[in-house]
């Protein structure tokens, strides 16, 4: 099993540049919740977020359509990210598993972590990503974080990527297609 208590920048990097389909478990239409606004940061730097809710089936979530399960999915996707209790993981876990196309990723979100679980879905051949959010890793390592003064524990003597917009920057200095 990985070492969940650090993960390399360049492990995560990578996860970031090579994601294109993100499943989101757990995604809330209650704009003011984090779900729904990592969402609308995943959306806007490229990244096809799917919302998955059954509550909120066939609801829009920031444009994005709300999915009842994993199973319920039209399309593979590249990422599975949790907001859920770490006790519903194992749970996840099983919906993930029994995915035709499995997830090169399971990412949980931050205070969410299950070892056991973890450790079936690596056994799959799954990376897994615990305790951390792709927002904050994704403004870390753009240099976007480091603008509002927080450190971002990246130092570099070059200036960041800028790309069109205002502040917009992108992993690995490329622009996201979408």
Known sequence: MA???????ALVEGILADTRTIAMVGASTNLNRPSAFVLKYLVEKGYRVIPINPGHAGKAIHGQTVVASLADLAEPVDMVDVFRSSDAV?????????????????????????????????AAGITVIQNRCPKIEYGRLSGEIGWAGV?????????????????RLAIGGRKRDG
């Open 151 to 167: 450190n971002s524990r990246r130092l570099s003597s070059k200036r960041p990527a800028r790309l069109e917009g205002f502040q």
């Open 90 to 122: 194992p749970g996840v876990v099983d919906e993930v598993l029994a995915m035709p196309v499995k997830p090169k990723v399971l990412w949980l979100q931050l205070g969410v972590r299950n070892d056991e679980a973890a450790e079936r879905a690596e």
């Open 3 to 9: 070492n969940h208590d650090r993960y390399d920048d």
